[in-house]
């Protein structure tokens, strides 16, 4: 069933000031982090703080956008109306190069296919109009 991009039917983030950039940069498909301009630290979620060493000196710098799989799940049954058709799909938490953890959707692998370990890059998916999500695909072995 194709999805109306017009009617997106999954729960949407919370956008506030603070992450705001982090969801706009995405729109343009780049990955942002934080970071800190006194120790380097990066991180995700978006902080109004570094958390290592509590400077409010903060930036936002791209990501890489490669990290690794670091664990996940697969849902068999769907939570929400706007996930009926995608059951079952895995959620899963990647680690950026940069360190911060993400939670996410595998694309282009197979439920049984994910490993932990596994090279991912991200991929944008523009899920709404105004919306577009970070997903991760397998890395090719070229890249
Ligand atoms: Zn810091």
Known sequence: MAENKDEYRKPRPAVS??????WDALRRHQ??????????????PAAPLCP??????????????RGRVNSWVVFHQSYFRGFDADVPYNV???ELEEGPRL?????DVGNDEIRAGMEVEVVFD???????????RPRRASA
């Open 17 to 22: 000031a603070l992450n705001r950039p982090y």
């Open 31 to 44: 990955l942002v982090l934080q970071r800190c301009g006194e120790c380097g630290m990066r991180w995700y």
């Open 52 to 65: 290592r060493c509590w400077s409010r000196r903060i930036e936002w710098a791209p990501a890489s956008g």
């Open 92 to 94: 899963a938490e990647v």
């Open 103 to 107: 939670l996410t959707n595998l694309i």
């Open 126 to 136: 523009d899920a709404a109009p105004d919306l577009t999500i970070a997903k991760f």
